[in-house]
């Protein structure tokens, strides 16, 4: 088959869970022997020169246009005040990008049309006349098409706003909310069938109304990237974090971490060190602590940071989709201590492959065991390698969505 994937940014390199879940969809469809387009809109923040994904080989093709999307007062103001579109959806509207859309499909066959993310669904909109899938002038005879649903985004930007003491950015966030579950609704109208990624997220489209099929496709991984280096020990009485800082939920996350839990801990085990990864770090987390707290910042190779610590902390209180860290660091043979929904959509079992606390109570307590080597560290991670690599192994994932755009593809005429 021929594929034309959408994607909001260009997927490499391979730093953020975002990236690693449209890369890996690509490299893995091409893999399997069938032919990838990528149409990505290069964005500042996440700039690549045309050929950054010539090693995925013949069979793939990347076509860029050059949009900015970095975010502005001026521009957050303007979208307030006179546009009804949620404004991190506005920032990829392209007239270029159209352009290029629809060029690609006058010019080229396509077997499907896979759209990444919430952020490129606008343009299923701009491929169906009237906005409606009904009114598709039969003349363009164009394929299925998939939103591949990473979060339900308009549940997350809820969480954040119940969350926010601050009654302007409680409002601000409420109203993003509800523009981004109105456009939502209408996204999922405009494509032939949805891959979420979770179970939890599929349920939750549905609830929204969304048409048949809804199906769940986790994100799968190349577990080549993640071989375990036999030479490299962690060093004991280490906790670590490593996530994109400039997205809310794991900020909210760590300013928990570190508001709730941490002074606690570090008076009651003062050796422990917490290191902290991540790109977009603020400023303000990068001065110098005296509390055993090191924010590296951001790190070229995030399994070579995962493996010099001991155990994982994942303090997600909003947010949807799956964390593709966690799996990443499972199949290192790390042990994590999560949130229930940082875990969320992941099949691991509460004390089996994982730790699952909610409450700093709750954290509190397991990090007390960790600390008095109560936590059977060794055996959660063997068992969480064991997981990932069983579960989430990208030949698998590409299996799943073949299959789903075999049952998109139009029977042949008699």
Same mark, same amino acid.
């Given at each position: 088959?021929?594929?034309?994937?959408?994607?909001?940014?260009?997927?490499?390199?391979?730093?953020?869970?975002?990236?690693?879940?449209?890369?890996?969809?690509?490299?893995?469809?091409?893999?399997?022997?069938?032919?990838?387009?990528m149409?990505?809109?290069?964005?500042?923040?996440?700039?690549?020169?045309?050929?950054?994904?010539?090693?995925?080989?013949?069979?793939?093709?990347?076509?860029?246009?050059?949009?900015?999307?970095?975010?502005?007062? *001026?521009?957050?103001?303007?979208?307030?005040?006179?546009?009804?579109?949620?404004?991190?959806?506005?920032?990829?509207?392209?007239?270029?990008?159209?352009?290029?859309?629809?060029?690609?499909?006058?010019?080229?066959?396509?077997?499907?049309?896979?759209?990444?993310?919430?952020?490129t669904?606008?343009?299923?909109?701009?491929?169906?006349?009237?906005g409606?899938?009904?009114?598709?002038?039969?003349?363009?005879?164009?394929?299925?098409?998939?939103?591949?649903?990473?979060?339900?985004?308009?549940?997350?930007?809820?969480?954040?706003?119940?969350?926010?003491?601050?009654?302007?950015?409680?409002?601000?966030?409420?109203?993003?909310?509800?523009?981004?579950?109105?456009?939502?609704?209408?996204? *999922?109208?405009?494509?032939?069938?949805?891959?979420?990624?979770?179970?939890?997220?599929?349920?939750?489209?549905?609830?929204?109304?969304?048409?048949?099929p809804?199906?769940?496709?986790?994100?799968?991984?190349?577990?080549?990237?993640?071989?375990?280096?036999?030479?490299?020990?962690?060093?004991?009485?280490?906790?670590?974090?490593?996530?994109?800082?400039?997205?809310?939920p794991?900020?909210?996350?760590?300013?928990?971490?570190?508001?709730?839990?941490?002074?606690?801990?570090?008076?009651?085990?003062?050796?422990?060190?917490l290191?902290?990864?991540?790109?977009?770090?603020?400023?303000?987390?990068?001065?110098?602590r005296?509390?055993?707290?090191?924010?590296?910042?951001?790190?070229?190779?995030?399994?070579?940071?995962?493996?010099?610590?001991?155990?994982?902390l994942?303090?997600?209180?909003?947010?949807?989709g799956?964390?593709?860290?966690?799996?990443?660091?499972?199949?290192?043979?790390?042990?994590?201590?999560?949130?229930?929904?940082?875990?969320?959509?992941i099949?691991?079992?509460?004390?089996?492959?994982?730790?699952?606390?909610?409450?700093?109570?709750?954290?509190?307590?397991a990090?007390?065991?960790?600390g008095?080597?109560e936590?059977?560290?060794?055996?959660?991670?063997?068992?969480?390698?064991?997981?990932?690599?069983?579960?989430?192994?990208?030949?698998?994932?590409?299996?799943?969505?073949?299959?789903?755009?075999e049952?998109?593809?139009?029977?042949?005429a008699?």
């Open positions: 088959m021929h594929i034309l994937q959408l994607c909001p940014r260009v997927p490499y390199p391979l730093t953020t869970g975002g990236a690693i879940a449209m890369y890996d969809v690509a490299a893995g469809l091409v893999q399997a022997g069938h032919r990838v387009t149409l990505a809109i290069n964005t500042p923040k996440h700039h690549q020169p045309a050929d950054a994904l010539v090693h995925l080989g013949p069979n793939f093709w990347l076509v860029t246009v050059d949009v900015d999307t970095d975010i502005t007062p *001026l521009r957050a103001l303007k979208n307030l005040l006179l546009s009804r579109q949620p404004y991190i959806v506005e920032r990829f509207i392209s007239p270029a990008v159209a352009a290029k859309f629809k060029e690609l499909l006058t010019t080229q066959s396509f077997d499907v049309v896979q759209l990444e993310g919430t952020f669904a606008w343009y299923a909109g701009f491929l169906t006349a009237q409606a899938k009904s009114n598709r002038p039969t003349a363009q005879n164009l394929p299925p098409i998939v939103l591949r649903a990473h979060n339900v985004e308009y549940s997350i930007w809820e969480m954040l706003a119940g969350r926010s003491g601050n009654p302007l950015k409680k409002w601000y966030l409420g109203d993003m909310a509800a523009r981004l579950k109105k456009f939502e609704k209408w996204m *999922l109208h405009r494509v032939d069938a949805v891959a979420a990624i979770t179970d939890d997220d599929a349920q939750r489209l549905q609830a929204m109304g969304c048409p048949e809804v199906v769940f496709i986790p994100a799968g991984v190349d577990f080549a990237r993640f071989q375990p280096d036999p030479l490299v020990k962690s060093k004991p009485r280490t906790l670590f974090m490593i996530g994109s800082l400039n997205w809310l794991n900020l909210e996350g760590l300013h928990w971490l570190l508001r709730e839990v941490w002074p606690i801990l570090h008076a009651e085990m003062p050796d422990v060190e290191h902290i990864a991540g790109s977009g770090t603020p400023d303000d987390l990068l001065r110098p005296t509390d055993n707290v090191f924010v590296h910042g951001f790190v070229a190779s995030a399994p070579a940071f995962m493996q010099q610590y001991e155990l994982m994942v303090p997600l209180l909003s947010g949807g799956m964390r593709i860290k966690i799996i990443e660091a499972m199949a290192l043979g790390k042990a994590v201590l999560s949130t229930t929904l940082g875990a969320e959509g099949a691991v079992r509460d004390g089996h492959d994982i730790v699952l606390r909610d409450t700093a109570a709750e954290w509190l307590d990090l007390r065991a960790w008095r080597q936590l059977p560290v060794a055996a959660i991670g063997a068992a969480a390698a064991h997981t990932a690599t069983h579960t989430y192994d990208r030949r698998r994932v590409t299996g799943q969505f073949v299959d789903l755009y049952r998109l593809r139009p029977v042949p008699a």
